[in-house]
């Protein structure tokens, strides 16, 4: 890649500060000073140095995604867009995958990233990760509801899920909007938690994930990169 282009993406400023950087003989590339922003460089095989402190490069990427209904929670698939096909060919790291799924007809967050180990840590029940809903039912919602979430729903096959909290923010007879805080993630877990309580689920939206909260300025089928700040939360699961 452009050795202008690198130093830019890993933090040294402006494309004009790198500009000055490279003008002001700053930058080495294994053992020559390089003043050319067009040099091409591979900066995993190469050794850079920027006032004489070798630059880490890394690939990793870490992206949350606005799933919209349609897209399916996947890397590759035959007759869907995947939520892989929503990242711009100049953002997608080899390895790139979805940590955690939503249904197709599912929309909201996504957590997108290349670091296995991370994402293999944050769906570890050890770690009881939090994911918010904002879910739209068919039918009044009521405190009978709130209560019986809280106790614990249990699925017909006998399975009875973890406590959840559920804020019923509107309720008529024919449509309720509400909250639901879950820390599992069974198949079709909130969908399957409505029907338990005779209502069924006509729109969800996935507007959390761990410390990950949707980016209300990111339309459906737009990313971004997580801030320095957001990384610095999830590390934790690292530890
Ligand atoms: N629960 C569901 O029923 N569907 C999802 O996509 C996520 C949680």
Do not use: W
């Not at 402190?53 to 035959?78: C, F, H, Q, S, W």
């Not at 994911?131 to 039918?139: C, G, I």
């Not at 006998?158 to 309720?176: E, F, N, P, V, W």
């Amino acid at each position: 890649m452009r050795l202008d282009k690198l130093l830019f993406e890993l933090g040294y400023g402006s494309r004009g500060s790198v500009k000055k950087i490279l003008s002001a003989r700053q930058v080495r590339v294994d053992e020559e000073i390089v003043t050319l922003g067009n040099t091409n460089v591979s900066p995993m095989i190469q050794d850079i140095y920027v006032q004489n402190k070798r630059v880490i490069y890394t690939k990793e990427a870490y992206y949350m995604l606005n799933k919209p209904i349609g897209v399916v929670t996947a890397v590759t698939d035959e007759k869907h867009q995947t939520v892989i096909d929503c990242i711009d060919g100049k953002d997608k790291k080899i390895g790139l995958y979805p940590v955690g799924r939503l249904d197709r007809d599912t929309k909201g967050l996504v957590f997108i990233t290349n670091n296995g180990p991370l994402g293999f840590r944050m769906l570890h029940p050890k770690y009881h990760v939090s994911k918010r809903y904002e879910v739209v039912v068919n039918a009044c919602l009521t405190q009978e509801d709130v209560i019986a979430f809280r106790n614990g729903i249990t699925f017909l096959d006998g399975y009875t899920c973890q406590s959840a909290s559920l804020t019923i923010i509107q309720a008529s007879d024919t449509k309720s909007i509400a909250l639901v805080d879950i820390h599992e993630g069974k198949f079709h877990q909130i969908k399957k938690m409505f029907l338990s309580v005779g209502k069924k689920v006509i729109s969800l939206t996935r507007i959390s994930f761990a410390e990950l909260v949707l980016d209300s300025s990111l339309k459906e089928g737009e990313y971004r990169a997580l801030t320095p700040n957001e990384l610095q939360q999830l590390k934790k699961y690292l530890q």
